[in-house]
């Protein structure tokens, strides 16, 4: 198994580090300081960048040019990722301070939160799975609750909403990665005007 690439977010300045250097090879201690890696990360970045394999007691070295072509690779080949996990980092820590606003301003006013179950089928749900209690039409939502005591009604339809909620989601996010897109900027710069 591959160790994480833990050097992503500072690939930028480590490929200036090797275009700006003179030395022809770099060992083992240099790939460690450079990529801030211990022996063990230092000796399989060397290894998948292309080092030739050595004999006991011969020093580890691997050639500048290799390592920058490699290192040029994977970065143009994995920022992606690092994109999408630093922006879905960004969404997680604003959701949750979202959350955190939402209970405190509802412990002020004397709302307690209300809890429901949350199953399998409300997190795989989409547009045509939803219950009929969910009715989407041309520019109108409608969500039907039976008749029953205040407190058992508002738990049904905060269920009912957050069962819409991921049937949107899931839409959204299919949608996404079938046009391919690596950001959610991407997705909304596909969209129409208006």
């Not at 004999?55 to 999408?84: C, P, T, Y």
């Not at 509802?106 to 209300?114: L, V």
């Amino acid at each position: 198994m591959a160790m994480p690439r833990t050097w992503l977010p500072r690939a930028e300045e480590i490929l200036d580090v090797l275009r700006r250097m003179k030395s022809k090879q770099l060992d083992r201690a240099a790939i460690e300081e450079l990529f801030q890696l211990q022996r063990r990360a230092a000796i399989e970045l060397m290894t998948q960048a292309g080092a030739p394999k050595v004999k006991r007691g011969s020093a580890f070295l691997i050639d500048r040019s290799s390592l920058l072509s490699w290192a040029e690779r994977v970065f143009k080949d994995e920022s992606w990722q690092l994109q999408r996990q630093q922006e879905t980092s960004e969404e997680l820590s604003r959701s949750m301070a979202e959350v955190r606003a939402l209970r405190n301003a509802m412990a002020k006013e004397g709302k307690p939160p209300i809890a429901f179950p949350i199953i399998e089928s409300y997190l795989r749900a989409n547009c045509a799975s939803l219950p009929p209690a969910i009715r989407i039409e041309h520019g109108q939502v409608t969500i039907h609750v039976t008749n029953d005591t205040p407190d058992e009604m508002l738990k049904a339809s905060c269920q009912l909403l957050y069962e819409l909620a991921m049937a949107l989601n899931n839409r959204i996010s299919a949608d996404y990665e079938a046009a391919g897109l690596t950001s959610l900027r991407a997705l909304l710069a596909t969209l129409p005007p208006g």
